[in-house]
């Protein structure tokens, strides 16, 4: 992807979790204390004022738009990351429902939309999931707005970018929370695994001029890692829609996005709470969207724990998740991705 009149989404995206899973080697695996979302900080740099802004939800509407949006003070602390899964053919997230031998005897849908006879803005749909509160007991989900201005952009997802002072910077990871232990004087990996099976997922509503072009991306970081499973030379995490299905397939609305494993490293000489963060690369195409000149779009961001990932078992006792995913937005060079 061109670097020339590049903008940049940072999506800062911390994860403190207390896990402790109980019940056999199944998929969704029972959880006693699931895993808590602290906090969720959302930034926007931009070298080109003209080109991709973003701004708040306030009330259903987009609030100011700007080149920086800081979402950390709306972060939902406390909300409980249980083991869901994702389901392209339905286009729902699916609730575990569990017998009395621990093993899922049957998943409840919260769908991503649901059509109704009034429209909402952009949209003849609504989302269900968003203002679900069950799902609320699975699921982080926050909504903001993007916003092209002068030129279309495509959206991608970035491993890294250049900065502006022209320097090469780290972009996206997810990885376990390097914490400092004052006893040995270096930081430990506290992910226990954890890292291996979040999910983060964009649901892109449909525009005024197109209302019907709604997508849902799911992105996958780490994807080679842990007890990642090699399926016909892709990573792979089995759906529940099928035999030799990923998580986009049955539905062309839905999009996978995967990068390699990220990681961090002490740094030279070691210091108390800093770690230089290195990114894995996205594994084949890295785009997501394209946005119109004059477009606006409504944005609904999930985080959840993929219970069908090979890496949500119950040997993981607990696991703390620090990330930051960087969307570049690129004018120079359209169509990306031309359907």
């Known amino acids: 992807m061109s670097k020339q009149l590049k903008t940049v989404i940072s999506l800062v995206l911390t994860v403190a979790a ?27 740099v931009s070298d080109n004022d003209m080109a991709f802004l973003v701004a708040p939800d306030v009330d259903g509407e ?62 003849p749909y609504i989302s269900p999931a968003a203002d679900s509160e069950i799902l609320g007991e699975y699921v982080y989900k926050t909504t903001f707005w ?36 004052d006893t040995s004087y270096y930081h430990e990996n506290s992910g226990s695994g ?40 892709k990573y792979f995490t089995q759906s529940v829609d099928g ?8 539905d062309k609305r839905v999009t996978l996005i995967q990068q390699y494993s990220s990681g961090w490293k002490e740094k030279d000489p070691i210091l108390k709470g800093e770690v ?3 990114s894995g690369k996205v594994i084949g195409d890295d785009y997501i969207i394209t946005i119109q000149q004059a477009e606006t779009r409504k944005v609904e961001l999930y985080v959840w724990l993929e219970g069908n990932d090979a890496d949500c078992l119950n040997t993981i006792s607990s696991g703390r998740i620090i990330g930051n995913l960087v969307f570049g937005a690129d004018i120079s060079n359209l169509p990306l991705n031309p359907e």
Do not use: C
């Open 194 to 233: 954890a890292e291996y099976a979040i999910r983060i997922g964009l649901y892109f509503f449909g525009t005024e001029e197109d209302p019907d072009d709604h997508r849902f991306v799911i992105i996958e970081p780490n994807a080679d890692g842990g007890n990642a499973v090699l399926y016909d030379s």
């Open 146 to 181: 993007v916003r092209a201005d002068a030129v279309p952009v495509d959206v991608s997802l970035a491993s890294t970018f250049t900065n502006t002072d022209g320097v090469e910077v780290t972009g996206s990871y997810l990885v376990g929370e390097p914490i400092w232990n």
């Open 243 to 250: 035999e030799g299905m990923d998580l986009a397939a049955g």
């Open 18 to 44: 207390l896990l402790s899973l109980v019940g056999a080697t199944y998929a969704w695996l029972t959880m006693s204390d699931a895993p808590m979302v602290s906090d969720l900080a959302l930034y926007l």
């Open 62 to 123: 987009p609030g100011e738009f700007g080149l920086i949006l800081d979402l950390s003070t709306s972060s939902q602390r406390g909300t409980l990351l249980k083991p869901v899964t994702f389901s392209a053919s339905q286009f729902a997230f699916l609730l575990p429902e569990y017998a009395l031998d621990g093993r899922i005897k049957a998943g409840s849908p919260i769908y991503l939309e649901t059509t109704i006879d009034t429209p909402s803005i952009y949209s």
């Open 276 to 278: 230089d963060y290195t």
